[in-house]
């Protein structure tokens, strides 16, 4: 069964930052792609970052609203993904979801609550 | 960038047929495909790739792209299929992935 579990979420001060975990289970994760996807309160999801397998080259995108403050990256060795995030800003606020998929999100963790405010 | 627009609500009642679309240019070409999100919860796959349904999806699900439209299609509407209905699709030619604005089905 394919469990995906984020940790890391909480609440700062804007302009911090704060890194983001995921633990995947159930699958093979260095073939896997794997994305962050958040969603602000009461608002629809919104796609952050992807990291592609190293057997598919590794590849690393991200949405425009974070690049140059947000890093994903992976662990294959611990079946472990992350989120780095720097310069936090209000608009980031919402749940990050730790997802596996390719161009569609097939398995979605429960997320984690990064909240950002004064 | 690239925008998906959908309807915000639909209204349908039990055992009828609900229908949400999803606009975007060129989707046919963008591996669309639909989420259903209750509240307090993460957002569930319901189609991929247009028309597949993953395991477990019930049959009442299925999609459908013409050229520039998506469509999800619930038939015989249960009071369960209430929740919020996103649609998604990769844009290659920015290697991003995009929401839809998201429709709320009522089951009235």
């Known amino acids: 069964e394919v469990r995906l579990v984020e940790s890391g979420g909480g609440r700062i001060k804007p302009g911090a930052s704060l890194r983001l975990s995921c633990a995947a289970f159930?699958?093979?994760?260095?073939?896997?792609?794997m994305h962050w996807v958040r969603q602000a309160p009461g608002k629809g999801p919104e796609w952050v970052a992807r990291?592609?397998?190293?057997?598919?080259?590794?590849?690393?995108d991200y949405a425009a609203p974070v690049i140059g403050r947000f890093s994903i990256t992976r662990d294959d060795s611990q079946n472990r993904l992350t989120l780095q995030m720097n310069n936090l800003e209000t608009e980031d606020t919402g749940v990050y979801y730790c997802?596996?998929?390719?161009?569609?999100?097939?398995?979605w963790g429960r997320g984690t609550l990064v909240t950002v405010s004064s | 960038s690239y925008d998906l627009t959908q309807p915000p609500s639909v209204s349908v009642s039990p055992g009828q047929t609900a229908t949400i679309t999803c606009s975007g240019v060129?989707?046919?070409?963008?591996?669309a495909c639909w989420y259903q999100q209750k509240p307090g919860q993460p957002p569930v796959l319901v189609i991929s790739?247009?028309?597949e349904r993953p395991s477990g999806i019930p049959a009442r699900f299925s999609g459908s792209t013409s050229e520039n439209t998506a469509t999800l299609t619930i038939s015989g509407t249960q009071a369960i299929d209430e929740a919020d209905y996103y649609c998604?699709?990769?844009?290659?030619?920015?290697?991003?992935?995009?929401f839809g604005t998201g429709t709320k089905v009522t089951v009235l």
């Open positions: 998604q699709a990769w844009d290659s030619s920015t290697s991003s992935y995009v």
């Open positions: 159930g699958f093979t994760f260095k073939n896997a792609w």
């Open positions: 060129k989707l046919v070409d963008k591996y």
């Open positions: 790739q247009h028309t």
């Open positions: 997802i596996l998929g390719r161009y569609e999100f097939e398995f």
């Open positions: 990291i592609k397998s190293r057997i598919d080259g590794g590849t690393i």
